[in-house]
């Protein structure tokens, strides 16, 4: 065999030729090298011994292991932020005026807000609550679930509603809490789905303390942090929509992405960072540009092969 021989199966590129060592042609071994065919990056490097076998039983074995590569789902890990659910009517953390619905963030959203006055900051929370009930999930939402068909995909957002699990997506991490959730004030472990039920004074966790929000409150630490950061690191494909990411830490995480994984960001407002973290920047809306980047991806993992061809 002289030069690279190519067969392709979905998302993976298998290249063979015979092995060279110390400029002789070590007969009866090839060497194997099998690339993701958007990427043109390698994932496996192998030394195949085939001395003795005809060509249709060592290439239908190769068949086979692209065959059982390609089975396994390539992982998208997508990082959400406000600006998904404000697409859905709902209201960003901090609007222009640095206001949140008319309250100042310190005056609702810390620890400290929360010793002072916890029914202001529970009517709050109550009202956020149903101004969810009357929010749907849009575009965005519904080709991040659609992707679940030909993807492995995980989703860590900053966002408090429950707008992608609603959408269809089966993994979502939320980074900083649910509205949908009571937590107990003394032991964060103890959770109660509230199913649209306010939260009032006088309601009490199984250890006789006030419930709150489950929401991570700014001064409070991120306890999700230690499960988003391995899900960032396993990333092949890593999107980044809605936030300019600029709140820590969760604005660590996209320096996680293992290396080759491909980066893409969409925002309406360009984020220079981006580009100098290697994204592929997208300037649209996530309702606007994720149905097309779903469809590139979903499209793209059975792009027929255009090169070289099969032994």
């Not at 190769?62 to 997508?78: A, F, T, W």
């Not at 901090?94 to 005056?107: F, K, M, T």
């Not at 107990?184 to 939260?199: H, K």
Request: charged share 25%.
């Amino acid at each position: 065999m002289q030069g690279w021989r190519t067969w392709r199966a979905g998302q993976y590129r298998a290249a063979w030729i015979q092995k060279v060592s110390g400029g002789r042609i070590t007969r009866g071994v090839l060497l194997l090298r099998v690339e993701l065919v958007n990427e043109s990056r390698s994932v496996l490097w192998e030394c195949l011994n085939i001395r003795g076998l005809p060509e249709e039983v060592w290439s239908g074995r190769i068949r086979e292991r692209l065959g059982r590569m390609n089975r396994s789902k390539q992982k998208v890990v997508v990082i959400s932020g406000a600006g998904m659910s404000a697409e859905s009517g709902l209201k960003t953390f901090r609007d222009a005026d640095g206001l949140w619905e008319g309250h100042r963030v310190e005056d609702v959203a810390t620890p400290e807000a929360w010793e002072r006055d916890p029914e202001m900051v529970l009517d709050f929370y109550n009202q956020r609550r149903r101004q969810l009930r009357t929010a749907e999930p849009n575009a965005g939402h519904r080709a991040l679930a659609q992707l679940e068909e030909k993807f492995s995909v995980e989703i860590i957002t900053q966002n408090v509603d429950d707008l992608h699990e609603r959408a269809g997506s089966t993994r979502v991490l939320h980074l900083h809490g649910e509205l949908g959730l009571a937590r107990s004030s003394v032991d964060e472990q103890l959770l109660y789905p509230l199913e649209g039920r306010d939260i009032r004074l006088g309601d009490l966790c199984e250890k006789g303390s006030q419930l709150r929000p489950h929401i991570v409150w700014f001064g409070e630490m991120v306890p999700a942090m230690e499960k988003a950061e391995p899900i960032v690191r396993k990333a092949e494909i890593l999107v980044v929509v809605g936030t300019s990411l600029v709140v820590y830490p969760a604005a660590s995480l996209v320096s996680l992405a293992p290396t080759g994984c491909r980066r893409l960001w969409t925002n309406p407002q360009m984020v220079e960072s981006g580009s100098l973290l290697g994204f592929e920047m997208r300037e649209t809306t996530a309702a606007v540009g994720l149905p097309i980047l779903a469809e590139e991806l979903m499209n793209g993992l059975f792009t027929p092969e255009t090169e070289g061809g099969r032994p």
